[in-house]
């Protein structure tokens, strides 16, 4: 089992960044890592994924350019670097994991998720 904690969310202004993390616990060896994203009154979103090892990344066309992943096994951590924020990414900003060498861009490969963060672009 691996268990999931996101953290980092907030109020930013849009054109600003923001960091979140994703902390894993449990059985972590060689686990693969994505961030999927909700707004409200829509369907859960891919926005990118990382292998065990961080040399695959694949990112999603809303967050190319502005978004990146990346992680520190020696802490079990994936960050999601979050630039150009706009209001369009206001939504709950879920973190996911698999224990398969990589995801992909599929929610349904994920077995492990947590519970959400809130990131709000507004001003």
């Known amino acids: 089992q691996v268990q999931i904690v996101e953290s980092g969310g907030g109020l930013v202004q849009p054109g600003g960044s923001l960091k979140l993390s994703c902390t894993a616990s449990?059985?972590?060896?060689?686990?693969?890592m994505a961030w999927f994203r909700q707004a409200p009154g829509k369907g859960r979103e891919f926005v990118t994924a990382?292998?065990?090892?961080?040399?695959?990344?694949q990112t999603g066309d809303s967050a190319k350019g502005r978004f990146t992943i990346s992680r520190d096994n020696a802490k079990n951590t994936a960050f999601l670097e979050m630039n150009s924020l706009e209001p369009e990414d206001t939504g709950v900003y879920y973190c996911?994991?698999?224990?398969?060498?990589?995801?992909?861009?599929?929610?349904?490969?994920?077995?492990?998720w947590g519970q959400g963060t809130q990131v709000t672009v507004s001003s």
């Open positions: 996911a994991a698999t224990s398969s060498n990589f995801g992909g861009a599929a929610a349904g490969n994920y077995e492990y």
């Open positions: 449990g059985h972590t060896s060689r686990i693969a």
């Open positions: 990382i292998n065990w090892n961080g040399n695959t990344v």
